[in-house]
């Protein structure tokens, strides 16, 4: 399928091992991993959107220190193969658009479709997913690599995206047979 990007949320040591992290975030890191290695093998662009904050961002206020950009913390998770034409673009809330590059970046790359996952559903992935929709772009959810903090906010924020916008949830299985129609 032409057009399409895979847009990674936050799979940063942070919300894997750091201060704001669930232990749900493990099961996503093996279905993450065939992704992108999906996406290099189909020469398919790879866009990380991850929080690299500065001390001031607004939501240090809420969430304590995390993710801080220049640490460890904000680095991509080991297991994760970044490739160097892979694209990373700092972010400093929970939406990947907001004062960001990135939907220059998709514009310029003529993307119409994104793959969307990683960490958390009801924080990061909600808000750049529904950013996504009201840009206009066809969104798949990437349900194996994705997670909540709790099994609850994880059914809530499903039933609230599947509300407001179209995106379709599947599984890596579903999404690789879709992509090779
Ligand atoms: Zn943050």
């Known amino acids: 399928m032409k057009n399409i990007a895979f847009l990674v949320v936050d799979f940063v040591n942070e919300f894997i091992n750091g201060n704001v992290c669930s232990s749900r975030a493990k099961h996503c890191i093996k ?3 065939e992704l992108v290695s999906y996406a290099h093998k ?3 662009p790879v ?6 904050h500065d001390k001031k ?13 220049n640490s460890n913390s904000s680095k991509i998770y080991k297991e994760i193969p970044v490739n160097k034409i892979d694209i990373i673009i700092p972010k400093h809330t929970y939406t990947g658009f907001y004062n960001t590059k990135l939907n220059s970046t998709l514009k310029k790359l003529k993307i119409n479709t994104l793959v969307i996952f990683g960490l958390y559903l009801n924080i ?3 808000y750049t997913l529904v950013d996504a929709y ?13 997670d909540a903090f709790t099994k609850e906010t994880y059914e809530q924020s499903s039933v609230e995206i599947k509300t407001i916008t179209d995106a379709k949830f599947v599984s890596n299985k ?7 129609k």
């Open 31 to 33: 279905p993450a991993k």
């Open 42 to 44: 189909h020469k398919i």
């Open 47 to 52: 866009i990380f959107v991850n929080d690299m």
């Open 57 to 69: 961002d607004k939501e240090l206020k809420i969430w304590g220190i995390h993710s801080l950009k």
């Open 124 to 126: 990061c992935v909600k």
């Open 134 to 146: 009201l840009n206009g772009y066809k969104i798949y959810l990437a349900k194996d690599a994705t």
């Open 174 to 180: 579903q999404l690789f047979k879709e992509l090779e």
